[in-house]
């Protein structure tokens, strides 16, 4: 069974696209990426867009972001582009490995994204 991915729709809303499906949404509880405010999320949509339109393979984008909530240490987020392929429909598709981390804590969060017919990218469900 599938289920909505937060992740997804937090990395594409915004203009970017819109949600795939992944695990439950409750194993992302915690997660760095769900702590992102607010008032940072329209800066790291820029950042994902930015890595997936502009950078080369293993070519990594930094974001860092700038509001803390309740006077956490900041999240940083490195965004690398690992793989670009084109599908048989021409379609230009990209995976891409965020690596995100606050002190201690690390995650790392991979997805296939493809460019759509109208220049937005979204995540891949395959």
Known sequence: MKY???LVALLLSGGMASAAFAAPP???NDAL???ISKADRASFH???AQALNSSADG???????TTQRKRAAPITVQL??????????DRVCRFLVGNFARTTTTETWQFWF???PDGTWK????
């Open 26 to 28: 409750v194993m992302l």
């Open 33 to 35: 990426i769900t702590q």
């Open 46 to 48: 820029e950042a994902v």
């Open 114 to 116: 493809c460019k759509q």
């Open 4 to 6: 909505p991915r937060v």
């Open 123 to 126: 995540a891949s469900a395959n």
């Open 80 to 89: 690398t582009p690992k793989q670009t392929t084109k599908t048989g429909n």
């Open 59 to 65: 070519q990594s984008t930094e974001w860092t972001s």
